[in-house]
C-alpha cells in the first residue's frame, strides 16, 4: 500500500519532488542575488531602461522564491534556507560582473536557460505524482518566463531561436 502525505500524495514521490524544488529554489536565490547586484550596480546609456526592469525581475524572483519554499512545506518538506547550501546545489553562479547593462542582460538569459529546464524536469516529475499544485506552478512559471526570455533577447537583438 503506498503512503500518502496530508495531501493524498505518495510520499516517495513527493520526496524527489521536493528535492528538485530545493534545487531550483537554490538557483532562484543565486539569480535573484545577482539582479538585485545587476540594479544597484548598472551604469550607462541603458541605466534607466535596466534599472527599471531589473527591479520589476528581482521582485518577481523574491515572489517565486516564496511560493517553491511554501510548495516543498506544502510537499511536507523543509526547504533549503541558507546559502551554503543553495552554492552547492545551484547550476546558477555569482555574477561577478554587474555593471554593463548587456553582459547582465546575458546572465539573465543564461539563468532564465537554467530554470526553465530545471521548471520542465518538475513539470514531468509532478504530471508523473499527480501533483497537480506543483505543475500548475511550473506551467505557469514557465510561461511567463518564455516571454521574459523573448522580451530579453529582443533588447540585445537576439531571436530566441
Known amino acids: 500500500m503506498k503512503k500518502l502525505n496530508a495531501i493524498g500524495l505518495e510520499k516517495k514521490e513527493t520526496g524527489e519532488l521536493a528535492g528538485k524544488l530545493n534545487i531550483l529554489l537554490a538557483n532562484y536565490s543565486l539569480f535573484y542575488q545577482n539582479v538585485r547586484g545587476f540594479h ?55 555574477a561577478k560582473q554587474v555593471s ?19 521548471q520542465r524536469e518538475l513539470l514531468d516529475l509532478s504530471a508523473e505524482a499527480n501533483d497537480e499544485g506543483t505543475n500548475a506552478l511550473m506551467s505557469d512559471y514557465i510561461r511567463e518566463q518564455e516571454k521574459l526570455v523573448w522580451m530579453y533577447s529582443a533588447f540585445m537583438n537576439q531571436t530566441t531561436s
Open 100 to 118: 554593463d547593462g548587456y553582459k547582465d542582460v546575458e546572465s539573465i538569459l543564461d539563468s532564465f536557460k537554467t530554470i526553465l529546464a530545471l
Open 40 to 94: 544597484w550596480n548598472i551604469r550607462g546609456d541603458k541605466f534607466f531602461e535596466l534599472h527599471i526592469k531589473f527591479e520589476e525581475l528581482y521582485n518577481n524572483l523574491f515572489l517565486k522564491i516564496d511560493e517553491i519554499a511554501e510548495r516543498i512545506l506544502t510537499l511536507g518538506y523543509p526547504p533549503q534556507n541558507n546559502f551554503s547550501s543553495y552554492f552547492k546545489e545551484s547550476t546558477i553562479k555569482e
